[in-house]
């Protein structure tokens, strides 16, 4: 299956992956970044999967979510009827549950199930008994049962059933995962928990108030980021896979089931612009928590419970996403020097008290030593936004959200009435301001550069406007833009920077897509400056790109025509909320930051 064949369901804690042909192909319990049961995604059916659906195996004739919710509906049209299975994941109780649903829509069609369990990212083959007429599978820490309500036989390493739904007719299969080490768990009602979930999806999305054009888009996209959001800690995740590459085939495969502080605020930004503070108020919860102790020890990402080791390792026994190696868990980048991070932070904790989110003392006094580690280290070079494995730079997008970190220390001050070196504060802001527009300008081309001294273009220079560090008439940024449409666009889509033999900067081998959340924010630079009707016409065309089900990756890849990168990402969604914000309005500058 490609990556757009793909549909997300998940409780808040994990997720799952289902393809179009009715196969559960990626799945990790208890947590997002727990090892996979169902992995055939980045191997085969061997390494872990669920497949339900019609005799025969083919791709669903049409699938949906539900209105306002994540429960997701595909329909199979046969020669002798139509079946409907419904897959979503009930908020969770104690254990993790996958509920299926198989409802006869007409006449009599013949299904089949296949179930391959595979623990430790397929692995680990586990034990398997039946017990009272279900299924459990045993593999070291884990247990995982399946109720179903036919019966299903053994061989080859599988479980496999046929069996005939007519029309009118139900059948709930519910499969758990549990400590192993525990008793059986409570076996819970498929009917009663899907119209529980959506009850609590629906009422959710209620309170919404996004009212412009593209709702729909922007729903899905809000449904979505909820739906990373890891909810005992408030932390949000970037996207619920591992090692989908950016280049098909190529070594660029990441793990993004952690929470990275500018992707999660990035998405607060989104989440808050729509109404939604009460997420903001337990990320900020989850922050303090996650980088309590020393501002210098602070890191770019963490794990869903604050967790700060996360190692790197390659999964050799998986074949990769079409033969993409290596696979990796795990990320080194949390290793790395990434000054924007601050200005990130610091923006997403103005935004949320501008907001309405309550005062915090002790959430001022660890942005206070933010501030005072951005004033001895904004000088320094570091690995960036994009999180290069090349040699350490000066890059402009750095230096700029240091600019943001000052910037939003003196409005905290001054608006809140915080206690500060404000006076400091203020003048340091405009050294790095006018550093940046000395060392970052290419007065002859007049273009910012991805770094001081470089030649290359850099599409983060997009969010200069959007920030506030300079407006958006003013002549540098719109010789930016100019610049960044005519060298960093292909097929009419916006890359993050050169990717060629003779440009090093991120010490990676091969090439990549076009960077969604790029395009993005060209479509809402087009809008502060007045080109609406570009601005509309390039919004089309992403929008065009999410699947059937309103999904989006990482990146498009116009070589192919395909998406590329994990799945879905929260980078290319926010990005999509926020220029539907700006193109159902005037704008001249946002309230906060669109990171």
């Given at each position: 299956?490609?990556?757009?064949?793909?549909?997300?369901?998940?409780?808040?804690?994990?997720?799952?992956?289902?393809?179009?042909?009715?196969?559960?192909?990626?799945?990790?319990?208890?947590?997002?970044?727990s090892?996979?049961?169902?992995?055939?995604?980045?191997?085969?059916?061997?390494?872990?999967?669920?497949?339900?659906?019609?005799?025969?195996?083919?791709?669903?004739?049409?699938?949906?979510?539900?209105?306002?919710?994540?429960?997701?509906?595909?329909?199979?049209?046969?020669p002798?009827?139509?079946?409907?299975v419904?897959?979503?994941?009930?908020?969770?109780?104690?254990?993790?549950?996958?509920?299926?649903?198989?409802?006869?829509?007409?006449?009599?069609?013949?299904?089949?199930?296949q179930?391959r369990?595979?623990f430790?990212?397929g692995?680990?083959?586990?034990?398997?008994?039946?017990?009272?007429?279900h299924?459990?599978?045993?593999?070291?820490?884990?247990?995982?049962?399946?109720?179903?309500?036919?019966?299903?036989?053994?061989?080859?390493?599988?479980?496999?059933?046929?069996?005939?739904?007519?029309?009118?007719?139900?059948?709930s299969?519910?499969?758990?995962?549990?400590?192993?080490?525990?008793?059986?768990?409570?076996?819970?009602?498929?009917?009663?928990?899907?119209a529980?979930?959506?009850?609590?999806?629906?009422?959710?999305?209620?309170?919404?108030?996004?009212?412009?054009?593209?709702?729909?888009?922007?729903?899905?996209?809000?449904?979505?980021?909820?739906?990373?959001?890891?909810?005992?800690?408030?932390?949000?995740?970037?996207?619920?896979?591992?090692?989908?590459?950016e280049d098909?085939?190529?070594?660029?495969?990441?793990?993004?089931?952690?929470?990275?502080?500018?992707?999660?605020t990035?998405?607060?930004?989104?989440?808050?612009?729509?109404?939604?503070l009460?997420?903001?108020?337990?990320?900020?919860?989850?922050?303090?928590?996650?980088?309590?102790?020393?501002?210098?020890?602070?890191?770019?990402?963490?794990?869903?419970?604050?967790?700060?080791?996360?190692?790197?390792?390659?999964?050799?026994?998986?074949?990769?996403?079409?033969?993409?190696?290596?696979?990796?868990?795990?990320?080194?980048?949390?290793?790395?020097l990434?000054?924007?991070?601050?200005?990130?932070?610091?923006?997403?904790?103005?935004?949320?008290?501008?907001?309405?989110?309550?005062p915090?003392?002790?959430?001022?006094?660890?942005?206070?030593?933010?501030?005072?580690y951005?004033?001895?280290h904004?000088?320094e070079?570091?690995?960036?936004?994009?999180?290069?494995r090349?040699?350490?730079?000066?890059f402009?997008?750095?230096?700029?959200m240091?600019?943001?970190?000052?910037?939003?220390?003196v409005q905290?001050?001054?608006?809140?009435?915080?206690?500060?070196?404000v006076?400091?504060?203020?003048?340091?802001?405009?050294?790095?301001?006018?550093?940046?527009?000395?060392?970052?300008?290419?007065p002859e081309?007049?273009t910012f550069?991805?770094?001081?001294g470089?030649h290359e273009?850099?599409a983060?220079?997009?969010?200069?406007?959007?920030?506030?560090?300079?407006?958006?008439?003013?002549?540098?940024?719109?010789?930016?833009?100019?610049?960044?449409?005519?060298?960093?666009?292909?097929?009419?889509?916006?890359?993050?920077?050169?990717?060629?033999?003779?440009n090093?900067v991120?010490?990676?081998?091969?090439?990549?897509?076009?960077?969604?959340?790029?395009?993005?924010w060209?479509?809402e630079?087009?809008?502060m400056?007045?080109?609406k009707?570009?601005?509309?016409e390039?919004?089309?065309?992403?929008?065009?790109?999410?699947?059937?089900?309103?999904?989006?990756?990482?990146?498009?890849?116009?070589?192919?025509?395909?998406?590329?990168?994990?799945?879905?990402?929260?980078?290319?969604?926010?990005?999509?909320?926020?220029?539907?914000?700006?193109?159902?309005?005037?704008?001249?500058?946002?309230?906060?930051?669109?990171?």
């Amino acid at each position: 299956m490609r990556i757009e064949d793909y549909a997300l369901i998940g409780d808040m804690q994990s997720a799952a992956l289902v393809a179009r042909d009715g196969s559960i192909d990626w799945l990790c319990l208890p947590r997002f970044d727990s090892p996979a049961c169902f992995a055939a995604l980045l191997g085969g059916d061997r390494n872990g999967h669920w497949w339900l659906g019609p005799e025969g195996r083919r791709p669903a004739t049409r699938r949906r979510y539900r209105t306002d919710t994540l429960i997701l509906e595909s329909e199979w049209d046969t020669p002798t009827g139509t079946v409907r299975v419904i897959d979503f994941m009930p908020p969770r109780d104690v254990n993790p549950d996958v509920v299926r649903i198989v409802e006869g829509v007409s006449g009599t069609v013949r299904m089949s199930t296949q179930l391959r369990v595979r623990f430790d990212y397929g692995r680990i083959v586990p034990w398997i008994r039946r017990f009272e007429g279900h299924l459990q599978a045993v593999g070291g820490p884990d247990s995982v049962w399946l109720h179903s309500p036919i019966p299903l036989k053994g061989g080859d390493y599988a479980h496999v059933a046929d069996f005939e739904v007519k029309e009118g007719q139900r059948l709930s299969f519910v499969f758990t995962w549990h400590p192993s080490h525990e008793p059986m768990p409570r076996q819970i009602h498929g009917e009663t928990q899907l119209a529980e979930t959506e009850e609590m999806w629906k009422d959710w999305v209620s309170t919404c108030t996004h009212q412009g054009p593209w709702r729909e888009a922007v729903i899905r996209s809000l449904i979505t980021l909820k739906a990373l959001t890891y909810s005992p800690t408030g932390g949000i995740v970037a996207a619920p896979t591992t090692s989908l590459p950016e280049d098909l085939g190529g070594v660029r495969n990441w793990d993004y089931r952690f929470c990275w502080l500018r992707d999660a605020t990035m998405t607060l930004d989104a989440l808050i612009g729509n109404g939604y503070l009460e997420e903001a108020g337990a990320w900020r919860s989850w922050l303090l928590r996650a980088i309590a102790g020393r501002p210098q020890d602070l890191q770019i990402m963490y794990g869903v419970a604050g967790e700060r080791r996360l190692p790197e390792l390659e999964l050799d026994w998986l074949d990769g996403y079409e033969r993409s190696r290596p696979v990796r868990i795990g990320n080194q980048a949390v290793n790395q020097l990434q000054l924007d991070v601050y200005g990130e932070v610091m923006a997403c904790l103005f935004l949320s008290r501008t907001s309405g989110l309550a005062p915090d003392d002790r959430a001022w006094a660890i942005q206070r030593e933010l501030i005072n580690y951005v004033e001895e280290h904004w000088d320094e070079p570091d690995e960036g936004l994009w999180e290069v494995r090349g040699p350490r730079r000066h890059f402009v997008h750095s230096k700029m959200m240091c600019w943001v970190a000052l910037d939003r220390a003196v409005q905290y001050v001054e608006r809140f009435d915080r206690k500060g070196p404000v006076e400091r504060w203020k003048a340091l802001r405009e050294a790095v301001h006018a550093e940046i527009c000395a060392k970052g300008f290419d007065p002859e081309r007049n273009t910012f550069t991805q770094s001081y001294g470089s030649h290359e273009l850099d599409a983060a220079l997009l969010l200069m406007p959007m920030v506030g560090f300079l407006p958006v008439d003013d002549p540098r940024v719109t010789g930016t833009v100019a610049a960044i449409e005519k060298e960093l666009m292909a097929e009419g889509f916006v890359l993050r920077y050169p990717v060629a033999a003779d440009n090093d900067v991120d010490g990676l081998p091969g090439g990549e897509g076009a960077f969604l959340a790029c395009s993005f924010w060209l479509v809402e630079v087009m809008a502060m400056q007045g080109r609406k009707d570009e601005a509309e016409e390039l919004f089309g065309r992403l929008l065009a790109l999410r699947n059937d089900v309103g999904l989006l990756a990482e990146e498009y890849d116009p070589r192919y025509d395909r998406l590329v990168g994990n799945f879905p990402q929260a980078f290319s969604h926010v990005p999509l909320i926020h220029a539907a914000r700006a193109l159902s309005k005037d704008v001249t500058r946002p309230s906060g930051p669109t990171l």
